[in-house]
């Protein structure tokens, strides 16, 4: 099972292995208080992607689309998520206040077609 949540929002048992999927630690958050279990930066979007996306409703289809297309180059970190989501809870934490259009729901998205077999709502890619 794969979810998403904002990494600044409180943490719970219910989480299971909370991972940080930004390339950036978060803005004003101490390590200590982030209750972070593993940082995966390089399965965010490239700095590119992620200044040309700019959380614009209108370039979503194609942000998850480039985005797919990086996270098949980067089996490594897939590899571990979807070892770790096969084993219990794994909640991705993205710190982009726009909780519609964001990383974290592209890469559940992924994690979820490439996982479970199944197209996750909001994403074609």
């Known amino acids: ?43 965010a979007p490239s700095s590119e992607l992620r200044k040309w996306f700019g959380h614009d409703p209108a370039r979503w289809e194609e942000f998850v689309r480039r985005y797919s297309w990086e996270l098949d180059n980067n089996g490594r970190s897939i590899a571990v998520l979807a070892a770790r989501a096969r084993r219990g809870p794994v909640t991705l934490l993205y710190a982009a206040r726009d909780e519609e259009y964001n990383n974290g729901l592209a890469l559940k998205a992924y994690l979820d077609r490439k996982i479970l077999g199944v197209v996750s709502p909001g994403t074609s890619g």
């Open 1 to 43: 099972m794969v979810k998403t949540k904002r990494v600044y929002d409180a943490a719970s048992k219910a989480d299971g292995l909370r991972v940080l999927i930004d390339r950036l630690w978060p803005r004003g958050l101490k390590k200590e208080k982030a209750g972070i279990d593993l940082w995966l930066k390089d399965i």
